[in-house]
């Protein structure tokens, strides 16, 4: 056996102790009553064969009376195994249930507190695939593993000592079969785990095909790429339907392979009466049952055949699944950190150097002062380090040197909790979920009163188009509020930045992606949000900068300039020459109609 072959085992060894350890066990009270419907029904189904014998020899000795309450007997215990059985799976389906739940539970909790860049690595697709594709291996190789599995073992094992009580000459004759029926299974293992790893991972590949399609339906047609699109989706389709359609030709090879093994069992048995048991008095009735007992033996045994598919990719679900819950996250409360005390709100970078994984510095030794109750701008072009330094403030991020200060105090050195407790954010995507305009806004603030919430629509000059939606603040927005304007939408990411009224606010692009009239109404609301909070711009158009109480200049991760709008324009630098670009009138600041340099740049 290789090296890598005995790492896959340990790890699949490892993971299904952790199974059990973890999701598994804590279940004992309904893992026994099923332990006790299949042993209970493993009991009855090893009795009738032994009924059966002496059933066939008082039908020889025409004994109705017996005949009549031996037959009763078999009913009853065929009875009683379908049951148990019964039973047993519908309270596997619930454990099996519950387990899935809890781990997607887990999942989705691990990855809210998981870092920004463990989703800037992983496509979103990839990431739903473990909570549906693998969630769903899991719950039926669960499900089998108990209902077939430890059932057909228990069965297989009582139908034996029957046999063997029946005849121990006989059931030595065929026990012989038993190893050549098991070989073929196990050998099939490692095939099968690869084929389902090839799946789950196709399956994710497909899945952040379909969500880029679904988001990028309007870029799809304005280019005409339907056909591009599903051409590549036909690609993934058809090689998941090759693995899977492997994945079934095996399954359906061993039950083959046993059924023919069975065949030779079952040939080996009637040559022995016919040469051996009859000559020598044995009963019809010992013999029928021995039959009776060998065929339902070899049952579990064709099942466990077909259940060696499920379990590799059970095998392969726990693996992924554990994967993702192995990432821990590098941001979180280092010991000793304390809520942040926010005083006035002013924020301090000093000599702060950062570095994306794999990438280039985007900050190199960065200083700038964010002065309490004040409004700064950075402006620089894009790629400058503006948006990654916003990200450092909230500790999305965290610098491989220097410090972020709020108060004098380091942003790394405070609770999570505390410091996002005090800052707003307003991006440039606006991120709506699929809910009615009121909860969206009251994302701000959970526990906010319907008056407040109005109230906040109210200062981000949202109240009006609100209440003419079809069901006002009921309205259900869509996905990603696709049913609203790009305006509607910010002036709502405003109105939820409102209700938080926290001190900090941070406004990244909030604007950049408007038209000159929504742009108008969302920045006379950003104005209202602005007033008596530290506030920090991110912007591209300086025109939604010039009224900043302070402006810093970046470029390559470091400030080069900075100063106000006036004082900037007079250093006829960096500053002065992306004014230049956007506006006509040098004097006006008055938007530019911008010439075919100045587009490019745009």
């Known amino acids: 056996m290789s090296e890598q072959r005995r790492r896959e085992q340990r790890l699949d060894l490892t993971n299904a102790r952790r199974l059990w350890r973890g999701w598994i066990r804590p279940r004992r009270p309904k893992l026994l009553q099923i332990g006790a419907f299949m042993l209970l029904a493993a009991a009855a189904a090893g009795s009738i064969p032994l009924l059966m014998e002496r059933a066939v020899n008082e039908v020889a000795q025409r004994d109705i009376s017996t005949v009549w309450l031996l037959a009763i007997a078999i009913f009853v215990l065929s009875a009683v195994k379908g049951a148990a059985g019964y039973g047993q799976t519908v309270l596997m389906q619930a454990i099996s249930q519950r387990v899935v739940r809890d781990m997607q539970t887990t999942m989705l909790a691990h990855l809210l507190r998981s870092d920004l860049a463990l989703f800037q690595a992983t496509a979103s697709g990839r990431l739903v695939s473990r909570f549906i594709v693998d969630a769903r291996m899991l719950h039926k190789a669960l499900v089998r593993m ?350 939820r930045a409102i209700l938080k009224n926290a001190p900090i606010l941070l406004l990244d692009e909030a604007t950049s992606a408007l038209d000159t009239e929504s742009e108008q109404q969302v920045q006379e609301a950003l104005d209202r949000l602005r007033r008596s909070r530290t506030t920090l711009v991110i912007a591209h158009r300086l025109s939604t900068v010039v009224a900043a109480d302070w402006i810093y200049v970046i470029d390559h991760g470091q400030v080069v300039e900075s100063g106000t709008h006036e004082q900037l324009k007079a250093k006829n630098g960096t500053y002065a020459r992306l004014a230049r670009l956007q506006f006509r009138d040098y004097a006006s600041d008055e938007p530019a109609e911008l010439g075919p340099v100045a587009r490019t740049r745009a």
């Not at 009776?292 to 466990?304: E, I």
């Not at 491989?400 to 380091?410: E, T």
Request: with cysteine; glycine share 10%; aromatic share 8%.
């Open 146 to 495: 108990q209902t077939a599995l430890l059932r057909e073992v228990w069965t297989a094992l009582i139908l034996a000592g029957a046999m063997v009580y029946l005849d121990w000459r006989m059931s030595l004759a065929v026990f012989i079969f038993f190893p050549a029926c098991l070989w073929p299974i196990l050998a099939a293992g490692r095939r099968f785990k690869k084929l389902a790893r090839a799946s789950a991972e196709e399956m994710g590949t497909l899945a952040v095909l379909l969500g880029e399609v679904f988001n990028g339906m309007r870029l799809i047609k304005a280019f005409r790429l339907e056909a591009h699109m599903a051409a590549r989706a036909g690609v993934s389709i058809a090689r998941i339907e090759n693995l899977l359609r492997s994945q079934v030709k095996r399954s359906a090879l061993l039950p083959a392979f046993t059924a023919a093994i069975i065949g030779l069992a079952i040939a080996t048995v009637l040559i022995y009466g016919a040469l051996v048991a009859m000559p020598e008095g044995e009963s019809l009735g010992r013999i029928t049952g021995f039959l009776a007992a060998f065929f339902m033996a070899f049952q579990p045994l064709r099942n466990l055949g077909s259940l060696q598919g499920q379990l590799q990719d059970g095998l392969v679900a726990v693996e992924r699944m554990f994967a993702l819950l192995d990432v821990a996250p590098k941001l979180v409360d280092r010991p000793g950190a304390r809520p942040l005390a926010i005083s006035a709100g002013e924020i301090r970078f000093e000599q702060v150097r950062f570095t994306y994984e794999g990438g280039a510095g985007a900050l190199q030794g960065l200083e700038l002062m964010i002065p309490a109750g004040k409004t700064v701008a950075l402006v620089g072009a894009s790629g400058a380090g503006k948006t990654t330094a916003l990200n450092l403030i909230p500790r999305f991020f965290e610098p491989q040197s220097g410090r972020v200060l709020i108060d004098g105090q380091d942003v790394s050195e405070v609770t999570l909790d505390s410091l996002r407790s005090v800052i707003s954010l307003v991006s440039q995507d606006s991120m709506l979920f699929d809910d009615s305009v009121r909860a969206n806004i009251a994302f701000g603030r959970l526990d906010a009163s319907e008056a407040e919430i109005r109230s906040a629509a109210i200062a981000a000059a949202a109240h009006e188009f609100i209440e003419a939606l079809p069901q006002g603040y009921d309205t259900m927005i869509g996905e990603r509020g696709v049913r609203l304007s790009g305006g509607q939408q910010q002036r709502l990411a405003i109105a």
